[in-house]
């Protein structure tokens, strides 16, 4: 029997249904699991996502798009085929795609992040749920047992901690994170009453965009509209990377500044950003999330798609489950994507 | 332990000076007598020796963390340190009752696992990481392991030391000299002694009794040189206000004479005399209370002497010494093959007194004096005759084929200050410079990336470097071996090919290696193991100090010191050097090291 995702130069591809999943090339059809850059790129001709996100994929792609959405769980047919989108946890309205055809089910996560036992789920986009399948396509990010995530709770004390101490020192906090997904879930875990928060041009409209669909934020202003300059030293700043440098940081005065990410779990890669601090915020699985998640599909069969790819891949098979790989153009490799905490550049929301 | 790992992670967190000796001064103040002790001895670069192997470390940590081999080394390979390594991939710990101090967990936990049957020495570190958070675990692999480091730099922990204290840095740095010499270990004795009020000093002296060492054992603080990088004319003045040395290639020491007892102690105040007879012989027949300052190198009775110099011999190359350093048994053999000596440039103590604060010359004169007093002879590094900078360029000129690193230069006038620093606040010049030889450079290509450790981990910049078998004759002939290279065609043994030479990790700012990092990805043709090779495209300026024969390398050379200077893009492939070219660089007349 042929299988129901494959993947093509364009993109991971579903023959009976004749669309892509997250295309980097330009499609006919793309079903998009969510709104970062690396998985919804513009020119497609049709898309369909999550409705939820669909203020998110057309302040990012263009107003003008042929845009289709669904409810999480709501299913479409498509030239037999059936698709459905059910929760990845990852940012808001983010996906994991469920295609149905003759008896089989194939799952492609896009980028998830399981909520740990025991946790309080994410108040900014839904809490990722698992999909029984016989094939499920799972990413990697972090598809090293080095990586493991402690509690939010512990984290986000952690930052606020920083954030006062600076305050009480009279010097800005600014925090560089990525605008999408990793921002507002700061802005939803941070103890809003140590000072004002401000937020940088790329980060404020995807604010505006969580707030539109109901997620509660905290206040948050850009630079501009803070008159008194001495509210700024008590202030959080999140901000990505690529504002630190700039004329605009230098507003702020004194600062000091960390960075956001799962890739601050390794000290060489804290050390080597260049940041007075590293907080370990991840909005993919950490080790035991992609082995939880992937147990809970029941599938026999996995794909492992961007990160740690052979290591997944041969840690399964020795787990007895069939494991593959597909070679795709999200995020970066494992490697490349250890330069994102420097540049911030390649691939997004880690 | 708990707190030390709070002072780890503070100074950790932070790359502001201040801010680091602000968290050791809170620290100081926290931690009882017996944990500092511990913890400043660390900060400083104690090493103990190593209580447990890193195989058995490794191998204990996988099985606890339930993980196949295979991907424990990948973990590695990603993080880039062991000990982090192990502290992330245990499963999360299970928290226990307030853990003991810092001293408490060397003396009672850790030391006792020395030479302790492996199974003990699993069961205890199982128990340790069952209680430790991931800092927790990470210090005590480190600790265990004998690989702690912390970015601190001695100099700093002093500061903070004498802070807490309310004593001069200088004192504190005379006091802590030996203090993390890995023989001993740290007690809330010493550490009291460090941190003791100073002495009155006596009257009729102006302070410095105040600084005498308080166990006869310790040295001086090294005064250490500036590289000198401008013209001497523009940047020191007249040359008559200086006195030339040769620079050699040993390694410094001072030999400390007092109390009948002999100490040699080198700059990483690591106490070497176990290690040279030769000293000890050399030194006891010394007056009590003396203290020289000089190079301890092996020393050629055969070769003829340094100019200036009227002692027969002279200092044999760097890689006799390293040879000898590395032999364990000091055996007749041995101390015939590679005899050490030691050419004495300075005199900070005689007859008890200090004599740093005394001009450079002076000093030198008493070195002199002492010299001819004692028996055996003690060696004086030659002062070079030069009134004007051109004379001494010129003896700097033939710095490389006498087997020397360049000239030093003193101020006449200039007291024996403490590190490496150009001037005191008070009037008396201080100043001591190298004025190093120009270092040798070729053009290399790079053909293997291998990813750093520590803050480099998962980025490339060990590189290794090819030069070429023979000149290329135009750049059509090098692209011809690039293809061959990168089709995986095995190179013509009688044809033109790139030969590995050397390797480099340093001299490229942060921004060049990620540079030079994203060509290495964007180029890879394959990947053993940790290592890549690239098709060659980037060559690179490297300098190094010096070359010698060695047939253990494909090259037939073996290069001092390699580093890069810069990337060259300006420079194409078939324009890199020549093996050819390398050899000519050999010292002519020495025959090759077994």
């Known amino acids: 029997m042929s299988d129901l995702i494959v993947q093509r130069p364009e993109g991971l591809y579903c023959p009976p249904g004749d669309f892509y999943i997250d295309p980097w090339r330009r499609v006919d059809r793309a079903v998009i699991t969510h709104a970062h850059a690396d998985h919804a790129r513009p020119g497609h001709g049709h898309y369909l996502a999550t409705a939820v996100s669909e203020g998110l994929l057309r302040a990012r792609l263009g107003a003008d798009i042929t845009f289709q959405g669904l409810a999480y769980g709501e299913a479409v047919e498509h030239r037999g085929v059936r698709i459905s989108l059910h929760p990845a946890g990852h940012v808001l309205g983010s996906a994991q795609v469920r295609v149905e055809h003759g008896g089989r089910v194939w799952v492609a996560s896009g980028d998830y992040r399981p909520t740990p036992a025991g946790a309080t789920p994410d108040r900014t986009c839904t809490p990722f749920e698992p999909v029984r399948c016989d094939v499920f396509i799972t990413e990697s990010t972090f598809g090293l047992p080095i990586y493991r995530w402690q509690p939010d709770a512990r984290l986000f004390g952690e930052i606020n901690a920083w954030w006062a101490a600076n305050a009480e020192a009279g010097r800005a906090s600014v925090l560089v994170c990525y605008s999408l997904g990793k921002a507002q879930r700061l802005l939803a875990g941070v103890d809003a009453s140590i000072g004002p928060i401000v937020c940088h041009g790329a980060v404020e409209p995807l604010n505006r965009a969580y707030r539109a669909v109901g997620v509660a934020l905290p206040e948050t202003r850009l630079v501009s509209e803070v008159a008194d300059r001495g509210a700024l030293r008590r202030a959080l700043v999140l901000c990505p990377g690529s504002a630190l440098g700039t004329p605009w940081v230098r507003r702020f005065g004194e600062f000091s500044d960390a960075f956001a990410s799962g890739w601050m779990q390794v000290r060489g890669q804290r050390r080597r950003g260049g940041h007075d601090r590293g907080f370990v915020l991840s909005d993919h699985a950490d080790w035991p999330g992609l082995l939880t998640a992937i147990g809970a599909t029941g599938a026999p069969r996995v794909i492992v798609t961007h990160g740690s790819v052979p290591v997944l891949v041969r840690y399964l098979q020795e787990q007895g489950l069939q494991a593959e790989a597909f070679e795709t153009e999200y995020g970066d490799d494992q490697e490349a994507a250890a330069e994102a905490p420097a540049g911030a550049s390649a691939g997004e929301g880690a | 332990m708990k707190r030390f790992a709070e002072l780890y992670a503070a100074l950790d967190a932070t790359t502001s000076t201040a801010a680091k000796v602000d968290a050791l001064v809170a620290y100081l103040a926290a931690a009882p007598d017996e944990d500092a002790a511990w913890a400043v001895y660390f900060l400083a670069g104690g090493k103990p020796r190593q209580t447990v192997r890193t195989a058995l470390l490794r191998a204990v940590a996988t099985e606890a963390a339930g993980l196949p081999d295979w991907l424990f080394e990948a973990s590695y390979q990603a993080v880039g340190d062991l000990a982090e390594t192990i502290a992330l991939v245990l499963p999360p710990p299970v928290p226990a009752a307030e853990p003991p101090g810092l001293a408490a967990w060397m003396h009672e936990r850790l030391l006792p696992l020395r030479g302790a049957d492996d199974a003990t020495v699993a069961h205890a570190l199982r128990a340790a990481w069952r209680e430790l958070d991931t800092l927790g675990r990470f210090l005590l692999v480190k600790l265990v392991g004998g690989g702690f480091r912390v970015g601190v730099s001695k100099l700093l922990v002093q500061r903070a030391v004498a802070r807490h204290a309310g004593l001069d840095a200088t ?33 009729g002296t102006d302070g410095p009794a105040a600084a005498m060492p308080h166990e006869p054992s310790q040295p001086w603080p090294f005064f250490l040189a500036q590289p000198l990088l401008e013209d001497p004319a ?47 012989a050399l030194a006891a027949g010394w007056p009590d209370g003396t203290v020289v300052d000089g190079e301890i190198v092996v020393w050629d009775r055969e070769a003829p002497p340094l100019p200036g110099a009227d002692t027969p011999g002279r200092p044999a190359p760097f890689a006799r010494l390293q040879q000898r350093i590395g032999r364990q048994a000091l055996n007749a053999k041995v101390l015939a093959d590679a005899p050490v000596g030691f050419v004495a440039y300075d005199v900070l103590e005689l007859g008890g007194v200090d004599q740093r604060v005394r001009p450079q010359h002076e000093r030198r004169a008493a070195l002199q004096a002492l010299a001819a007093a004692v028996s055996p002879r003690l060696v004086v590094s030659p002062l070079l005759a030069g009134a004007d900078w051109p004379s001494l360029a010129a003896w700097r000129a033939q710095s490389r084929s006498l087997g020397v690193e360049g000239l030093m230069l003193k101020h006449r006038d200039s007291r024996y200050g403490t590190g490496r620093v150009r001037r005191s606040g008070d009037d008396a010049p201080l100043a001591w410079w190298k004025w190093k030889v120009e270092p040798f450079t070729v053009d290399g290509v790079l053909i293997y990336a291998q990813a750093g450790h520590g803050r480099r981990a998962s980025v490339y910049t060990d590189y290794t470097f090819a030069v070429w078998n023979r000149a290329p004759a135009d750049a059509d002939e090098a692209q011809a071996v690039v293809e061959a290279i990168a089709a995986r065609r095995p190179p013509d043994p009688d044809g033109l090919q790139l030969v590995a030479f050397t390797k480099a990790y340093s001299g490229l700012t942060d921004e060049e290696f990620r540079a030079v990092d994203a060509v290495i990805r964007k180029t890879t043709l394959e990947k053993f193991g940790p290592v890549r090779s690239v098709r060659p495209t980037m060559v690179f300026e490297l300098a190094f100090e010096g070359i010698a024969r060695s047939p253990r390398h494909k090259s037939g050379v073996a290069l001092r010191f390699p580093r890069m200077l810069r990337p060259r893009p300006d420079k194409p492939l078939h324009e890199a050097d020549t093996l050819p070219a390398l050899l000519a660089l050999l010292p002519a007349s020495r025959a090759a090291p077994a």
């Open chain 2, 171 to 203: 004192l504190v740095a005379a006091r802590m000299m030996g203090y993390t010499d890995g023989k001993r270990l740290p007690t809330a004795e010493a550490w009291r002694a460090v941190i003791a009020p100073a002495a009155i000093a006596p009257a």
């Open chain 2, 234 to 280: 523009e940047a020191l003045g007249p040359a008559s206000d200086w006195l030339a040395e040769w620079k050699f290639d040993g390694i410094r020491g001072q030999v400390v004479r007092r109390a009948g007892g002999v100490w040699v102690w080198s700059r990483g105040e690591e106490l070497m005399t176990e290690r040279f007879p030769e000293l000890q």
